[in-house]
Each structure stands twice: as structure tokens, then as C-alpha cells.
């Protein structure tokens, strides 16, 4: 079984806060560990941002249960491709908060300064989360 990358938007529901979040993260990074599946998650104020690295099986699966997900909504499929080697294999499920990302490292990948997942390519909205990966890493 070979290895997919699946790069996704959404919006959080409202009603929804911090807790909410940590609650998923936990969720995810628990399950992701059991099913060697990895990634990294960004929330920024609206939006999440989420790649997800794994066995075609496991990251469908956890893809599904996403959708199904009142916490979030608008659900946006950016990217979905069969990759050589994963990217974030020491993260079962890496947290990006928002002030990991700056004005400068959101224009590099954007059209705009505010940022806008539904407007970024699959390929822009993936090297984000890689270069903010590196940012939360080296801090
Ligand atoms: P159960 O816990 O049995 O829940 C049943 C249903 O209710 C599911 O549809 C579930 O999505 C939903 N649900 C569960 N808890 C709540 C709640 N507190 N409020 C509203 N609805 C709820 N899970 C992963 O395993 N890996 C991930 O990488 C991952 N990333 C996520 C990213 C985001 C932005 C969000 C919103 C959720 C993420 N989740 C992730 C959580 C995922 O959606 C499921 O809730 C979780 O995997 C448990 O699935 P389950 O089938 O065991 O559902």
C-alpha cells in the first residue's frame, strides 16, 4: 500500500473555541499514532488548514470521519496525490497555531495578505504548512 498526501480547508462551526481544539488535536494525534498516519493541522482565527500523510486506507478512513465532523464545515478538498516519501513523519498530528504565521510567510504563498485557504492552490496551501512546520519546529 503506497503513501498519499490529502491537503484540506475548513471553516469551524460556530460555537466552537480553544477547547474545542485541543479536544480534536487529541483525538488526532491518538488515533493517527495507532494508524501511522501523519500530518500537521494550522488554525488560523476561521480556518483550518490540514495535510495528512499516510496508507491511501488509513487517510481515506480518517478523511471520512473529517467530513462527518460537526465541528467544521465547508469542507474543501485541496490536494489529494500519491507522494514518494512523507514530510511530517515525526508528527502524528503537528499543531500550527496562528501566530506561528506572519504577514511575510503568508504573501509567499498567497494572493492576498490575509489568508484565505479556499484561494490557495493545493500546492501553495501544502508548502505553507511545510514551511510553518519548520517555523513552530525551530522555536
Ligand atoms: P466518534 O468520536 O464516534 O464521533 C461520531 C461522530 O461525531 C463523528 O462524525 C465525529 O466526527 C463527530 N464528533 C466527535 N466528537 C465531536 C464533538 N465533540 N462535537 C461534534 N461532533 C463530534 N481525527 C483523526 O483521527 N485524525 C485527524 O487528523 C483529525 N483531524 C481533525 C481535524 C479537524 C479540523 C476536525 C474538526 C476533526 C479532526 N479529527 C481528526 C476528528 C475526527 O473528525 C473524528 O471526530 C475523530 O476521528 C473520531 O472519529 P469517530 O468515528 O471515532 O467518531
Not at 498526501?5 to 466552537?16: C, D, E, F, H, P
Not at 506561528?100 to 490575509?114: D, G, L, R
Request: net charge neutral; hydrophobic share 35%.
Amino acid at each position: 500500500m503506497f503513501l498519499v498526501r490529502l491537503v484540506y480547508a475548513s471553516t469551524i462551526s460556530k460555537g466552537n473555541t480553544e477547547s474545542d481544539i485541543s479536544q480534536i488535536l487529541d483525538t488526532a494525534k491518538q488515533h493517527n499514532a495507532s494508524v501511522d498516519v501523519t500530518g500537521a493541522l494550522l488554525f488560523n482565527r476561521n480556518y483550518f488548514l490540514q495535510c495528512l500523510e499516510g496508507s491511501r486506507l488509513r487517510v481515506n478512513e480518517i478523511y471520512h470521519r473529517i467530513l462527518n465532523d460537526r465541528r467544521h464545515q465547508n469542507i474543501l478538498l485541496l490536494d489529494y496525490r500519491e507522494v514518494s516519501e512523507r514530510e511530517f513523519g515525526d508528527w502524528s498530528m503537528g499543531y500550527i497555531p496562528e501566530v506561528a504565521m506572519t504577514t511575510p510567510i503568508n504573501m509567499k504563498y498567497s494572493v492576498s495578505k490575509q489568508f484565505d485557504p479556499y484561494s490557495m492552490s493545493g500546492e501553495s496551501a501544502y508548502k505553507l504548512l511545510l514551511h510553518l512546520s519548520q517555523v513552530v519546529k525551530t522555536v
